[in-house]
């Protein structure tokens, strides 16, 4: 059975940063396309970040391009999101997720291409 324990959430001043860790187990890591996602009070669960299976693509979305970075260690089957300059708006309930793919350089956006999610992490940023 695949999990995915998220970390890294907690209470910031806006400019600041944080980085979000997210361990997985229990899968093959590898063949696995990671995203980050987030859900504010009273919005829809979106789409923030993903990195392919081979780490070399990469795809932000426009909220968070330049401020954000996606990672993933293999070796430690761990996948990060560096969050730098943070704004009152990136508040939200941050969700790792893995989808199964084939393909070693493409990557997902749309929630419902992965396959297994994490519990979330919460991120407050207050102005």
């Known amino acids: 059975q695949v999990q995915l324990v998220e970390s890294g959430g907690g209470l910031v001043q806006a400019g600041g940063s944080l980085r979000l860790y997210c361990a997985v187990s229990g899968g093959a890591f590898s063949k696995y396309v990671m995203g980050w996602f987030r859900q504010a009070p009273g919005k829809e669960r979106e789409f923030v970040a993903a990195i392919s299976r081979s780490g070399g693509s990469t795809y932000y979305a426009d909220s968070v391009e330049g401020r954000f970075t996606i990672s993933r260690d293999d070796a430690k089957n761990a996948v990060y999101l560096q969050m730098n300059s943070l704004k009152p708006e990136d508040m939200a309930v941050y969700y790792c997720?893995?989808?199964?793919?084939?393909?070693?350089?493409?990557?997902?956006?749309?929630?419902?291409?992965?396959?297994?999610w994490g519990q979330g992490t919460q991120v407050t940023v207050s102005s």
């Open positions: 997720a893995a989808a199964r793919s084939i393909y070693y350089s493409r990557v997902k956006s749309g929630s419902n291409e992965y396959d297994y």
